[in-house]
């Protein structure tokens, strides 16, 4: 599956962005999304997870609340909506497809797909 992530940008502090991520090849619905970032100087860190069809999520303790996962199957698409941005989530977004379940993907595991990323950057 080859993902292409998009929607990243400039924003004030307490704003929102959408990112969207969409996915050609085959069987998109048979795949575990989710979105990792990496900030400068820092290692890639997951973000937010979503299962295949049930729309089971997980997220990183840092987003809870402030970010939503969701997809849309019929058009091969996982989006992260973002609101109440801080400066601490800038950083490059990357989209994920994987094989186990939305949890296992929150540890990196089983990863098949990676998205080019697409840069987030919130200022103060």
């Known amino acids: 599956v080859q993902l292409q992530a998009s929607g990243g940008g400039l924003v004030q502090a307490g704003g929102s962005l959408r990112l969207s991520c969409a996915a050609s090849?085959?069987?998109?619905?048979?795949?575990?999304m989710g979105w990792f970032r990496q900030a400068p100087g820092k290692e890639r860190e997951f973000v937010a997870s979503?299962?295949?069809?049930?729309?089971?999520?997980y997220y990183a303790d840092s987003v809870e609340g402030r970010f939503t996962i969701s997809r849309e199957n019929a058009k091969n698409t996982v989006y992260l909506l973002m609101n109440s941005l801080k400066p601490e989530d800038t950083a490059v977004y990357y989209c994920?497809?994987?094989?186990?379940?939305?949890?296992?993907?929150?540890?990196?595991?089983?990863?098949?797909?990676w998205g080019q990323g697409t840069l987030v950057t919130v200022s103060s």
């Open positions: 090849g085959v069987a998109f619905s048979t795949y575990v």
């Open positions: 979503i299962s295949r069809t049930l729309g089971t999520t």
């Open positions: 994920a497809a994987a094989g186990g379940t939305a949890q296992t993907l929150s540890t990196a595991a089983r990863i098949a797909s």
